[in-house]
């Protein structure tokens, strides 16, 4: 007789999603189970049907990026590896980048690497308590050695969303670039042709987008090429020790994850299916809900964007560790949310919560009301003492 499972409300999407849509475990299993060839290696059946499953993930990922070239996007093993792809791929010594105080350690990371190394000057703009990034304080904290503007386009804490079309503004006016982080916006949040502006875009698969991990979204504007820091084979010009010209086979080398892109294609299939503007209102109206109810209780602080943002409600409890009240919501409730520092070094200086982060809930597309009530009613339990 098998074990009853405990209850498990699973509030921690803005770290992964979960669960997966069910097309998008088929597929994945699908191409693991039956395909096992590499793509963009040979020509046997399985090898090409690995090919096409590539091309279609790279063809759907386009899409999702407002109907882009698929040819200027590539399909790194992950959304840290592709940022760091892009940062070493694009500054030179010398340089001067900017940052926000709202990003992810996933850039600021290897930004500071870069200027511990005294490769680059770096500065880091504040935000405010939410998470937002004032556009003048970059137009302000531009230099002429300035090359890279790195942002990301969601707040992984808040939600907050950055105004993207006015920084690209300010970065090109000056001749300067646009790297967008966009773990947390894209598959929630319309990206229209122009890729808000964008010149570069980051984006994990595994995230709003509803795909497996192993693979990212790496998306450069024509004329912006990314020197590949790291070479190998990518079944094409084979003869050659150089790396082939084009965007995707220079920024592909390696064996690619077979089964993630093809769950990346079911996932963007999933989303169009839905409308990503219909899964957004979903997920925002129990962010909403949350946020209200969370709000009533004394001692409870919330932190949270404005309405549009990525579906994230950060909150702390007046005399209790973040750590402490996530514990306790999965023992009385099986609620699974996030706490401490979420890899945002920054930005917790602004919001007022350096000494121990937040509770983050993230919530998405399966998630219900129900989840709503366990968490407000948990955290009031708790106060009550």
């Known amino acids: 007789m098998s074990q009853p499972q405990p209850l498990r409300r699973y509030l921690d999407n803005a770290a992964t999603s979960w669960p997966k849509p069910e097309p998008v475990l088929a597929a994945w299993e699908h191409a693991a189970r039956t395909i096992g060839a590499t793509a963009g290696r040979a020509v046997y059946r399985e090898a090409i049907e690995a ?61 500071h690497w870069l200027e511990r190394r005294g490769v680059i000057e770096l500065t880091i703009v504040p935000c405010d308590a939410i998470g937002r990034v004032d556009p003048e304080a970059v137009a302000g904290a531009w230099r002429p050695a300035t090359k890279v503007l790195v942002c990301s386009h969601a707040c992984n804490v808040t939600g907050a969303v950055q105004d993207a079309a006015a920084l690209a503004a300010i970065a090109h006016a000056r001749g300067g670039l646009l790297l967008l982080d966009a773990a947390q916006s894209l598959g929630i949040i319309p990206f229209p042709s122009d890729c808000h502006g964008a010149d570069i875009v980051v984006a994990p698969a595994h995230k709003w987008v509803q795909g497996m991990s192993g693979v990212a979204i790496l998306w450069t504007r024509p004329g912006v090429e990314i020197d590949p820091p790291f070479q190998g084979g990518t079944g094409t010009a084979s003869e050659s020790l150089d790396m082939p010209a084009g965007t995707t086979d220079r920024l592909e080398a390696g064996t690619p994850d077979v089964p993630a892109l093809a769950a990346l294609a079911a996932a963007i299939d999933w989303l169009a299916e839905r409308s990503p503007a219909a899964v957004a209102a979903h997920c925002r109206r129990l962010v909403t809900d949350s946020a209200d109810g969370l709000r009533k ?62 509770v983050r809930l993230g919530f998405g597309p399966f998630n219900t009301a129900d989840d709503v009530d366990a968490v407000v009613q948990t955290v009031s339990t708790v106060t009550r003492g």
């Open 51 to 111: 090919d096409a499953i590539r091309r279609r993930a790279r063809e759907r990922a386009a899409h999702l990026l407002g109907d882009v070239d698929p040819a200027r996007v590539a399909l790194p093993g992950g959304a840290t590896l592709a940022l760091n792809m892009a940062i070493h791929g694009l500054v030179r010594p010398g340089d001067h980048v900017i940052a926000t105080a709202a990003d992810h350690n996933a850039t600021l990371r290897p930004l």
């Open 297 to 358: 209780i004394v001692g409870v602080r919330v932190i949270a964007a404005p309405a549009g943002g990525a579906p994230i409600v950060s909150f702390t409890v007046d005399g209790y560790d973040p750590a402490e009240i996530a514990a306790l919501l999965e023992q009385a409730a099986g609620v699974q949310a996030r706490s401490g520092f979420h890899c945002a070094a920054c930005v917790h200086e602004f919001l007022g919560t350096r000494d121990g982060g937040t």
